[in-house]
């Protein structure tokens, strides 16, 4: 009898163990760490312009009304469908029900109206506006369903109500979102420890959460190319989705315990010019530095060869885009030229860069190609919070080199003095407006290469190269985009094998 029971007991010990061994192995399999180099300075996508907020909490934590895949195709999220007016002016969209923000909070239409109102109030600070300034007004039918009245036809609308910047939040959390984000998707914010990691975790319940197979997801923040290689290298990231040093991918390459995607994105890189200040107001000047710009060195010493040159601003991908990289051939003499009928004299011209390998990789090579041509650069490296504050709000700057990663961002240009590129164009914003109304795709894909000519024409920045996505993942893990179509990477979708 005793025998019996001592091998019931060591039964059941093995039983145990096997149970906690598997359990263990489950936990560590729904457990993943992502590389990203930029941390941001807030976690609300609603009042700070900082890609890597979309890139981490949009429709993971945040969601929106439409979202998008990665074909670029426009999803239900919070609206489950909608209805578009016959004159394409109203659109009624049916909200998802028995939704919960992560406070607990029920989620309904005063929600929205809140979210849309605080976006197009006067002394809002959405980074994004103009994707509510066609709005007219916002109203609730019932609490399940809500209407929205353009001034004007909007051909991007449902698109951009995907942003993360139409994320709809409550009045409750809306303060404290730049801090501790509350929102309805499928992820929980559990934790940000500040110049190191961000940590999500599973929301049970989210209303489809069984699709989710991740418990936990760590965003870890490294900007420096070689201690991004050495974390991948160690295994201490399972994946590197926006990997900052292009040179190394050949080492990954021929590693069996990885795999490598390059995928394009959204993001065109410039030479930011500031329009507004002397001597960038000067056509002649611009053109000039266009001239002395010389893409392909720039390709091949900050990405070794890894991106494709732009001579616009519109992705080489696009159905839309002309290839303009001809019309400011490098040429040091036609640069000469222009500099000296601009009849100036230029003095030290600084460029302040934001900490990424691409900027301040392509800086020193555009410092050693502007100085073929007689101009002195002074570059200076700043870290994200100085650029966002010092470049972008305060237009405090002559030149820099930034991505902009957002999609059908030709409006950029259309925003005006009081944007950081300084460029106010009254015929280019008409143009642009022309683009919005028009619903007819052809008719709207000659209008965008019209747009694309014009600002090349004007010079308004140097058009350096598209950013590619480079991927880097340890094998079995699925699920990432291998392009960029928007901000976002959606998690719900990731699984490791």
Aim: glycine share 6%; net charge negative.
């Amino acid at each position: 009898m005793l025998k019996i029971l001592h091998k019931s007991i060591r039964l059941c010990v093995i039983a145990s163990l096997a149970l906690a061994i598997s359990l263990s192995q489950l936990s560590a399999s729904s457990k993943i760490a992502i590389g990203m180099q930029q941390e941001p300075t807030s976690l609300d996508p609603t009042a700070d312009a900082t890609a890597s907020i979309d890139g981490m909490l949009s429709h993971n934590v945040y969601e929106s009304l439409t979202t998008v895949n990665e074909s670029g195709e426009v999803l239900p999220a919070l609206a489950t469908d909608w209805q578009v007016s016959a004159d394409g002016l109203e659109y009624t969209f049916n909200l998802r029900q028995n939704v919960k923000f992560h406070d607990g909070s029920a989620f309904d239409s005063e929600d929205v109206l809140f979210s849309f109102q605080r976006a197009m109030a006067e002394d809002s600070v959405n980074p994004t506006k103009k994707i509510f300034k066609p709005i007219e007004n916002v109203f609730a039918p019932s609490s399940h369903s809500v209407v929205i009245k353009l001034k004007k036809k909007d051909a991007f609308f449902l698109f951009n109500m995907a942003k993360g910047d139409a994320s709809i939040v409550a009045l409750e959390s809306s303060t404290s979102n730049n801090e501790k984000p509350v929102g309805t998707g499928p992820f929980i914010f559990e934790d940000w420890k500040r110049g190191d990691r961000l940590i999500l975790a599973k929301n049970a319940e989210w209303y489809d959460a069984q699709s989710v197979s991740l418990e936990k997801v760590e965003f870890r923040f490294i900007s420096d190319a070689a201690a991004a290689t050495a974390a991948m290298l160690a295994e201490e990231l399972d994946a590197f989705p926006g990997f900052p040093a292009p040179e190394l991918l050949e080492q990954f390459e021929a590693d069996p315990r990885f795999k490598v995607t390059i995928g394009s994105t959204e993001g065109e890189v410039i030479l930011a010019f500031n329009n507004k200040k002397p001597p960038f107001d000067n056509l002649n000047v611009r053109r000039a530095l266009s001239h002395a710009i010389n893409r392909d060195e720039i390709i091949d010493g900050a990405m070794y060869g890894r991106a494709v040159p732009i001579g616009s601003f519109y992705p080489p991908h696009g159905a839309a885009y002309v290839d303009l990289t001809d019309v400011y051939k490098y040429d040091l003499e036609k640069s000469k030229e222009l500099l000296k009928t601009s009849d100036l004299e230029i003095d030290e011209l600084s460029l302040r860069v934001p900490p990424f390998p691409y900027a301040t990789r392509s800086a020193e090579i555009v410092q050693a190609q502007f100085s073929k041509v007689g101009i002195d650069v002074k570059v200076e490296n700043v870290e994200w919070g100085f650029w966002i504050d010092e470049v972008y709000k305060k237009k405090n700057y002559d030149m820099t080199i930034i991505a902009h990663t957002s999609p059908n961002d030709l409006g950029n240009f259309a925003r005006g003095p009081k944007y950081f590129y300084g460029f106010d164009d009254e015929a280019y914003n008409d143009l642009y407006a022309k683009i919005v109304g028009e619903t007819d795709p052809e008719k709207r894909r000659e209008l965008i290469e019209q747009a694309q000519r014009y600002l090349t024409d004007k010079a308004v920045h140097g058009f350096l190269f598209q950013l590619p996505k480079l991927g880097i993942f340890k094998n079995g893990i699925d699920g990432f985009w291998k392009s960029a179509p928007v901000l976002y990477q959606p998690l719900r979708g990731i699984s490791i094998n």
